[in-house]
């Protein structure tokens, strides 16, 4: 009965002792299969962020050059009111050069 009781201390200690060693390498087997599969996820990840922020500041840049535009409208306003206040002064004008134009007399007729 010695024997026995011995061996199963000595298999219990063993299996204890060796648990831990297992459990382990268990743990490094699934880190070694796993770890490359998340490192090109990580990498996935990293290119995607950086896409992202590309498209950000494109969206952003794009959305100030509107604004400008947007405020810019004071000034084409401007432009477009000088503009027809000078295709109304060229029409005057225009106008009262043919009006000087048919008002001059006609020369006086040659006596011959």
Not at 9 to 14: K, P, Q, R
Not at 26 to 35: A, D, I, M, T, Y
Request: proline residues 5%; aromatic residues 8%.
């Amino acid at each position: 009965m010695s024997n026995t009781v011995t061996d199963k201390f000595t298999e219990s200690v063993y299996v204890l002792a060796n648990e831990p060693s297992v459990a382990l390498y268990r743990l490094q087997e699934h880190v070694r299969r796993s770890l490359p599969e998340l490192a090109q996820h990580k990498a996935d990840m990293q290119r995607w962020e950086e896409q992202s922020q590309g498209a950000i500041y494109t969206v952003e840049y794009a959305c100030s050059a509107v604004k400008s535009l947007v405020d810019s409208s004071v000034y084409f306003r401007s432009v477009e009111g000088l503009l027809k206040q000078a295709i109304s002064i060229r029409d005057h004008m225009s106008t009262s050069a043919q009006g000087h134009s048919q008002e001059k007399p006609s020369p006086p007729p040659s006596v011959a």
